[in-house]
């Protein structure tokens, strides 16, 4: 792989994010939007009910990491899909661009969309309800790590279904990741899912990332055991990922990149 290359890709993503609204709207207005409902829902829930401060806490912060995990999955599947609306694809792999080039520089983007998105996040919940999530210090570098790479794999695996299928079913790339929020605590402790819901959140790392992070946050504690089981759960499902778009891409390729049916 080379480096240029790299840069080159990111660089093409990062003009496009710079002047499409809708990509705007995505990392700054839905974030904002979030904050605002969740965390006047949580100030009146703390008002309601005596020891209710870290509610307020532990909602804001839940929409902050999962900040995380959508960035990640969204620069992987929505920048295919918008190469496969502008029938862009084929242009950039007729240049000197290999597969885990063009793969590499969507995990860049990602990283950099998902600090530039959590940072905006965490100055709007300091103005509006004093939560310094940054207070946190670099205990909570780990749990954004554990975050991207499940956005990253879910990212992947929405990527190759599209490239399989073709955009008639381009929901994939917005909605896929979605299937994990219930089953990651993200707002309450895993103890209060169903007993079937809780054997399901075994196999999903960010189960342990969020009740992880509520370690963090509430008791100064890092919980290494749980890191090191999100982490590894990541580092399989990454492998399988990338595989199975590896898969796809091949496939794809097969029918001439741009001519699956959908397209």
Do not use: C
Request: glycine share 6%; aromatic share 20%.
């Amino acid at each position: 792989m080379k480096a240029h290359r790299i840069f080159g890709i990111i660089l093409r993503y990062l003009y496009l994010f710079r002047h499409s609204f809708d990509r705007l709207s995505d990392a700054f207005y839905w974030p904002t939007i979030d904050l605002l409902l969740w965390g006047i829902t949580s100030v009146y829930i703390r008002s309601k009910f005596a020891g209710g401060p870290s509610i307020t806490v532990m909602i804001i912060s839940g929409i902050l990491f999962w900040i995380i995990v959508w960035r990640g999955q969204y620069e992987i599947s929505v920048n295919l899909l918008e190469d496969l609306w502008n029938k862009n694809l084929i242009n950039i792999f007729a240049a000197p661009v290999s597969f885990y080039e063009w793969i590499s520089s969507f995990l860049i983007l990602g990283i950099i969309k998902a600090a530039l998105s959590f940072t905006y996040g965490a100055i709007i919940a300091f103005i509006l309800y004093k939560v310094q999530i940054f207070a946190y210090g670099f205990s909570l570098l780990p749990i954004m790590l554990l975050l991207i790479m499940t956005g990253w794999w879910s990212g992947f695996i929405g990527a190759g279904i599209i490239l399989r299928y073709g955009t008639k079913i381009q929901t994939v790339a917005w909605s896929l990741v979605t299937i994990l929020s219930p089953f990651s605590a993200i707002y309450y402790p895993l103890s209060i899912l169903p007993l079937w819901a809780q054997k399901v959140a075994l196999f999903v790392p960010t189960s342990y990332t969020f009740e992880a992070a509520r370690k963090v946050l509430n008791q100064g504690y890092f919980d290494v055991q749980m890191f090191l089981i999100a982490f590894f759960l990541n580092i399989f499902y990454i492998v399988l990922s990338i595989i199975f778009l590896r898969r796809s891409f091949d496939k794809a390729l097969q029918r001439g990149l741009v001519k699956v049916g959908g397209y």
